[in-house]
């Protein structure tokens, strides 16, 4: 035998006996393993999911009014740029800037003087003409007498009856000289033409002003109430509403049936409705002037205010709502955390569309009740396992109070 295949045998050998030796200590280990096995399925037990504790709302569905964002402007219904339509040196200002004034209420006074002298000498004209018709129809009654026994000729009656209605036409001029001296002097006093919130005066007493459409301002009036919101719409959303609206040629005339709401910063949200639809498309952008019309009895709005409007539909459909803390952004999506039956999450995308009630529309992702996590989207992860507290579908805000209370 070589020394290779003794050496060989002798690591065989050796091998087989270590593996003889080793073999009754891992038996008996796995025997002894009943133990550990138990501790394992102890460790198992206590690390099983625990039930997170959320607030939990049934999906509603509900017919809702669905609206449209938009952004605006509000307008005056009436604006008047006062101007004099008497030339002179302006006397006095009878108004605060400012102040809300009535129609008719004296603003500005132009000096009056060279106005009533003109008024005097025509009120003088009157006087003599009015004389010189008495003399005429005197005269010509004089000479009617005469020519019956024949003391007159006809044609000296007929110059007589010629100059009596010569007298009364002259009579008239001087009446209608008299009207316009009158309407100048009244001008010196400019009044309100409206009810409105009057602005700074432009020139102050003591100037010397012209008159007509090419004199300055003086000031500048607003109308209060009502008042305008205007604003650019898609075209494609004012159709849909339009369709909405009886048929026919006079559909438009129905278009106060649309509703439409507005908030002005620093102010309770109010409620109008729709006065125009324009007659035109703007080709570039693809959008509709429209106006809307609301009271402001209490003159809080002011033109020229910047506004967020919502125009509803004329009609109301059935939409899913939700609060508005059930909503979790991702990025640029949005999604909500599904209470599946078996009380495990599910991540969900949807698509949103406007408020309505407090409460979001949901448009796709979504049906009616499902259960979603309305409070603590913060500690859940999908899969996880929760323990629901139902709560109602109401408002954030309320559902923040009753919270707090």
């Known amino acids: 035998m070589s020394f290779g295949t003794f050496k060989t045998k002798?690591?065989?050998t050796g091998l087989v006996l270590a593996v003889a030796t080793i073999a009754p200590t891992i038996y008996f280990d796995v025997e002894g393993g009943t133990t550990g096995a138990g501790n394992a399925a102890d460790a198992t037990t206590a690390a099983a999911p625990v039930a997170v504790p959320v607030s939990v709302a049934v999906v509603e569905a509900k017919p809702?009014?669905?609206?449209?964002?938009?952004?605006?402007?509000?307008?005056?219904?009436?604006?008047?740029?006062?101007?004099s339509r008497a030339a002179g040196a302006i006397q006095s200002v009878h108004f605060q800037e400012g102040a809300i004034v009535e129609k008719g209420d004296?603003?500005?006074?132009?000096?009056?003087?060279?106005?009533?002298?003109?008024v005097a000498r025509a009120q003088a004209n009157v006087t003599a003409a009015q004389a010189r018709v008495s003399l005429a129809s005197i005269e010509l009654k004089r000479g009617q007498q005469l020519l019956a026994t024949n003391a007159v000729s006809q044609s000296e009656v007929d110059q007589r009856m010629n100059a009596e209605a010569s007298a009364k036409a002259d009579l008239e001029a001087a009446r209608a000289v008299l009207q316009t001296a009158a309407?100048?002097?009244?001008?010196?006093?400019?009044?309100?033409?409206?009810?409105g919130r009057v602005g700074k005066i432009e020139i102050t007493a003591g100037n010397l002003i012209a008159a007509g459409p090419s004199s300055?301002?003086?000031?500048?009036?607003?109308?209060?109430?009502p008042i305008y919101a205007s604003f650019e719409a898609d075209e494609q959303i004012v159709s849909g509403i339009l369709a909405e609206l009886p048929d026919g040629a006079n559909a438009r005339n129905f278009i106060d049936r649309v509703p439409i709401r507005m908030s002005v910063a620093g102010l309770p949200d109010v409620s109008g409705k729709l006065q125009l639809v324009d007659n035109s498309v703007d080709p570039q952008s693809g959008t509709i002037r429209v106006r809307a019309v609301f009271d402001n009895a209490n003159g809080a709005l002011i033109p020229g205010q910047f506004a967020r409007l919502n125009m509803g539909q004329a009609k109301t459909e059935t939409a899913v709502?939700?609060?508005?803390?059930?909503?979790?952004t991702d990025q640029n999506k949005k999604y909500v955390m599904v209470v599946k039956p078996d009380n495990t999450i599910e991540y969900r995308e949807i698509t949103v569309g406007a408020r309505s009630e407090g409460l979001r529309v949901v448009t796709a992702g979504l049906k009616a009740e499902e259960r979603i996590v309305v409070n603590g989207l913060q500690r859940i992860r999908p899969g996880a396992l929760v323990a629901p507290e139902m709560v109602a579908m109401k408002p954030a805000a309320e559902q923040q109070a009753s919270a707090t209370n």
């Open 321 to 328: 709502l939700i609060n508005e803390r059930a909503i979790g």
């Open 183 to 195: 309407l100048n002097l009244g001008y010196t006093e400019i009044r309100a033409p409206i009810t």
């Open 106 to 118: 004296l603003l500005v006074t132009i000096d009056q003087a060279p106005y009533q002298a003109e």
């Open 10 to 12: 002798l690591l065989t």
């Open 64 to 83: 809702v009014t669905q609206w449209s964002e938009f952004s605006g402007r509000l307008e005056a219904v009436d604006r008047v740029e006062v101007r």
């Open 216 to 225: 300055p301002v003086l000031t500048q009036l607003v109308s209060l109430s």
